[in-house]
């Protein structure tokens, strides 16, 4: 019959593991870890260091008046709006928003000429261009309104019925 052979496991040290990956990572990551010392000296440098040390040192205090901010009316006025140009940037096609860039660039210029005759503001508006131009423009301020007079009436439903 087969003796069994004695074997007691060597004890295995966490630590060992890390401090052998840590010993060879300079090896390993030298020309990161000399960029990396460059980004702090240099953050050191202009003060960064001691200003993100002051935030976190100081958290509660800079968290109060970041609340403070945020709560005022005006603050969620300001994200409610940016919130709103977000998707109207995003109803328009950016063949469109070209367009209007571009337009937008040439009306800027200075122009040394004499401006347009009424007579020639009137057949610039009438080309199909120009009602095309003037339909969109329309259908804003139609929009508009109907938004407006929506939102006192829903506010107050007996004088905007008393208006009619």
């Known amino acids: 019959m087969a003796i069994p052979v004695p074997f007691t496991p ?28 460059d980004l702090i000296q240099a953050a050191h440098d202009e003060g960064i260091l001691d200003l993100l040390h002051g935030m976190v040192k100081h958290k509660d205090v800079v968290f109060e008046h970041l609340s403070a901010g945020a709560a005022k009316q005006e603050s969620i006025d300001a994200m409610r709006n940016l919130i709103s140009m977000g998707k109207m940037l995003t109803a328009i096609e950016p063949e469109t928003m070209s367009c209007i ?42 929009a508009l309104g109907t938004r407006r007079f929506a939102d006192s009436a829903l506010l107050n439903p007996a004088k905007s019925l008393a208006k009619r």
Do not use: I
């Open 10 to 37: 060597k004890p295995l040290d966490p630590r060992e593991g890390l401090r052998k990956r840590l010993d060879a990572a300079p090896m390993e990551h030298a020309e990161a870890l000399l960029v990396g010392y």
């Open 101 to 142: 860039a571009a337009a937008l660039s040439t009306a800027s210029k200075p122009r040394p000429e004499e401006p347009a005759s009424l007579w020639q503001l009137f057949k610039r508006v009438g080309s199909r261009e120009g009602r095309r131009g003037l339909t969109l423009m329309v259908e804003l301020l139609v």
